[in-house]
Every structure is written in structure tokens, then in C-alpha cells.
């Protein structure tokens, strides 16, 4: 399947920014089951492209002049396939067991915890691993703007409602409980429901038994596919998010992203994102 793609995030500030830092995630992994075709990325300032502890193509975007908006673009088209039990095959350079220390936006609960425990099993297997997902995605009704993107897997349990990234720590939370590695996606999804067309997260779940990583789509309770562009892993969100940065100065701070994404030669379908005011992030002096 040809996917075409087209991911636009406006930063706007209500003061000069004197200077910011950003990391961009925003270029899809090379693996199995996905090729990228071609990809452009626009932004301002200096870029340096390099690869981050976890196998990510990562841009160093730096900005050293006043400036009171960030305007970032990145599109181009990716082939992707069905690969076996819908499974990453590349293991990468890192362990596992890399995956299985909690990290605070995976940090369990009590209430968590027993979840865990009802409804997983260490050494998870196929099966075992969609029912965990399944009881997640039961446990978690999606409600656009129910939580914060800073908002623990904790949290968001005892709300027992969120979006996709809510729904995949709350799971990597789960089978950290277990014992078991797990990691974070960020990408793309095609798909006819518009609220989930944007910006995607799901887990990669590590099968012991198989020796490889089985991709879950938490939200929609299905093995990852040919429908998924996969951008970045990591141990949460904050390794894997597309953009993540700092800066000297600027106020408040609000976001506004569009995503188009479309199959072979079909029309871009678009989604987009409302602004969000987000958190002051300043570097340190």
C-alpha cells in the first residue's frame, strides 16, 4: 500500500522567543514493512539529522534569532506491507529488557497494578497479548480531550477515558507490570473514522516465546498493518513524540497540526487539530 502523507504543526508564541531547541521525529523508520519512498521535511533555522538511542531518524532543528512562530512540514509517500503476525522483524540494536523498566508517564498504581495482574500474564504470547489490549481498550473509553499530553498512565486509568496515547501507556504500563518489554509508537493511521486519522500511538509488544516485537494497535484492538506508518519508538511517548523542544523567552505557547493522509491515488483526507496552549518550556540559563 502507497501512503501519502502530509503533517503540518504550527508553534505560536505570545512573546518573542530568543532561542529554542527542537528534536523532530518526524521522518518514518526504515523496516520491515514500510519503505520510505520519499519525505521532505521544511522548517526554519539549523537542521542536523542523526539517529537517537532507539534507532529513530531524529533532526536537531535550532533557531538562534528572535522569532514568535516555528512553522514545521514534512511530506512524501511511504510503501508498506503486511509483514508475518504483523510483527517488526528488526529487533534492533537494543535489548529488550530495555523496555521493561517504567518510566513516570508508565508508572503503575495500585489499581494499575491488579488490573494487570486480572487481565495479563507474564511471557505474553500472541493471544495474550490482544486480550491485554482488548481489556485496555475496554477499560479506557476514547475521549478526545480528556487528558493532558503530560498525563500519566495512572491518571488516565482512573478517569477510564483517553486517546491512543493514553490507551498505549496504560498498556506499556501493564506489561511492565508483567515484566514484560513493550515500547511506544508514534505515526500515522489511514483510516475512514476521522477522529483517529491524525497523529497515531500504539505498542510494539516483545514475544519471548518468538523472539520478535508484535505491533498492537491498542485503540482499535488490532495487530498493527499496512494502514500504520510507523515515525518512532520508544519507552513513552517523551522518546517517541514527533516534536519536543526547549527554549529561551516566548510567553505562552499554542499548537495547531493538520494531517493528511491518503492511499495510492486517492485524495489526501485531512484532519485538523485544534490549538492547544501548551506549558512555558524554557532552557536553562
Do not use: K
Amino acid at each position: 500500500m502507497l501512503l501519502h502523507i502530509r503533517h503540518e504543526t504550527v508553534y505560536r508564541y505570545d512573546r518573542p522567543v530568543n532561542r529554542s531547541v527542537q528534536s523532530l521525529r518526524l521522518t518514518p523508520r526504515t523496516e520491515a514493512g514500510q519503505r520510505v519512498l520519499a519525505w521532505e521535511l521544511q522548517a526554519p533555522g539549523r537542521r542536523s539529522q542523526q539517529l537517537d538511542a532507539f534507532g529513530n531518524v531524529m533532526h536537531l532543528l535550532s533557531i538562534d534569532e528572535p522569532h514568535g512562530e516555528i512553522h514545521i512540514q514534512v511530506s512524501g509517500t511511504v510503501e508498506t506491507e503486511d509483514v508475518p503476525d504483523s510483527s517488526p522483524s528488526a529487533r534492533g540494536a537494543l535489548s529488550p529488557l530495555v523496555y521493561v523498566a517504567e518510566t513516570p508517564l508508565t508508572r503503575s498504581d495500585a489499581h494499575l497494578q491488579q488490573f494487570a495482574r486480572e487481565h495479563g500474564r507474564a511471557r505474553l504470547d500472541r493471544q495474550g497479548a490482544m486480550q491485554l489490549a482488548g481489556a485496555v481498550r475496554s477499560a479506557l473509553e476514547y475521549v478526545p480531550g480528556a487528558t493532558e499530553v503530560y498525563d500519566t498512565a495512572a491518571h488516565a486509568f482512573s478517569l477510564r477515558r483517553g486517546v491512543c496515547q493514553d490507551h498505549a501507556h496504560v498498556m506499556l504500563a501493564c506489561c511492565r507490570v508483567l515484566n514484560v518489554p513493550a515500547r511506544y509508537v508514534s505515526g500515522y493511521l489511514l483510516t475512514q473514522h476521522d477522529e483517529h486519522i491524525a497523529s497515531h500511538a500504539w505498542v510494539d509488544v516483545w514475544l519471548e516465546q518468538d523472539n520478535r516485537w508484535f505491533a498492537i494497535d491498542v485503540t482499535h484492538h488490532a495487530p498493527g498493518g499496512p494502514h500504520h506508518c510507523r515515525l518512532a519508538v520508544g519507552r513513552d511517548y517523551l522518546d517517541a513524540c514527533p516534536v519536543r523542544g526547549v527554549r529561551r523567552g516566548g510567553g505562552q505557547e499554542t499548537m495547531s497540526a493538520t494531517v493528511a493522509v491518503s492511499a495510492g491515488s486517492a485524495e489526501p483526507r485531512t484532519t485538523a487539530g485544534r490549538p492547544r496552549l501548551l506549558q512555558q518550556r524554557q532552557a536553562q540559563q
